[in-house]
């Protein structure tokens, strides 16, 4: 059964994305997974140390691993480190009825202007 969860990765001792060419390949990561789950993105927020997602799936596991191991493996390469990127799992949270989809939504697309990276959702 298809389901809506709003996820979060975060960390706390090192920063994700470190330069453009990052966060570009980790929304190629980001796409290439749902493409591969036959996933629906709905929204996404990529900031330096943590990323919000919305994602309509059936396995939010495998959508979760699709996405993130390629990504922990073109930045262990190309930073020449080892081991997990990020905290221990994704957070996650079933969506569920339309006032919370909207909330999700407007929450994810406004947290980089919370977190004062951008002025406008």
């Given at each position: 059964m298809t389901t809506t969860y709003h996820?979060?990765?975060s960390e706390e001792k090192e920063v994700l994305f470190r330069c453009e060419e990052d966060f570009i390949?980790?929304?190629n990561?980001?796409?290439l997974a749902a493409y591969q789950t036959e996933s629906?993105?709905?929204a996404y927020a990529f900031m330096s140390n943590?990323?919000?997602i919305c994602i309509r799936t059936e396995d939010y596991n495998r959508f979760?691993?699709?996405?993130w191991y390629p990504y922990t493996r073109y930045f262990n390469a190309k930073y020449k480190?080892?081991?997990r990127l990020g905290s221990e799992g994704f957070y996650k949270q079933k969506v569920e009825g339309l006032r919370h989809f909207l909330t999700?939504?407007?929450y994810i697309l406004r947290n980089p202007m919370h977190h004062g990276i951008t002025s406008t959702p």
């Open positions: 996820l979060c990765l390949r980790g929304i990561c980001l796409c629906s993105l709905l943590h990323i919000h979760t691993r699709a996405f480190r080892c081991g999700t939504i407007a």
